[in-house]
């Protein structure tokens, strides 16, 4: 899986990248600063569906059948900063309606297009394993940085 170096500043650093940097911090202080530095909806909303116990996946837990992205990161794939809009599709209240089938074939075609440790972020997310690879991020550190989060609610309305 290809990585870049974070040293420099980038403020276009993939979500996944963000949440290295924050589990690798020393200090929860450093944490909730990197989460400042790079808050977005879209780093929120991935925190929501896994830290959320009300956010319930709507597609099956565990391995998924995807070829990753093996492009340099930065190249020839989206990004869960523009993708994360369609992110709803994938649990419960969202897009019900939608067929099961077609709800999987789009998750697979999302992961397909996205940097493949994107698409391992998002595997995480949906199945609330976050913390096993991102293990000092956790919902304490997520609530002090982002108060405006309210944790337990509808979300589908």
């Keep these: ?3 870049r170096n974070m040293d420099n500043s980038n403020p276009r650093l993939l979500i996944s990248e963000i949440l290295r940097k924050v589990s690798n911090a020393k200090t929860k202080k450093e ?3 990197l989460l ?4 977005s909806q879209a780093l929120r909303s991935l925190l929501i569906w896994n830290y959320d116990d009300k956010v319930v996946s709507a597609v099956p837990e565990g391995e998924v059948p995807y070829t990753p992205n093996d492009a340099p990161v930065g190249t020839d794939h989206t990004r869960l900063e523009q993708e994360y809009r369609g992110l709803y599709r994938f649990v419960k209240g969202g897009a019900d309606s939608l067929p099961s089938l077609k709800r999987e074939s789009l998750f697979v075609q999302l992961l397909e297009g996205l940097a493949a440790e994107e698409a391992e972020l998002v ?3 949906k199945d609330k394993t976050l913390g096993t690879k991102y ?3 956790t919902k304490a550190v997520i609530s002090e940085a982002f108060p405006q989060i309210k944790w337990g609610i509808n ?3």
């Excluded at 400042?36 to 808050?39: C, F, I, L, Q, S």
């Design 155 to 157: 979300r589908s309305t």
């Design 1 to 3: 899986m290809a990585t």
């Design 31 to 33: 944490k909730i600063a």
């Design 135 to 137: 293990k000092r991020i």
């Design 123 to 125: 595997c995480l997310v």
């Design 36 to 39: 400042h530095k790079h808050n």
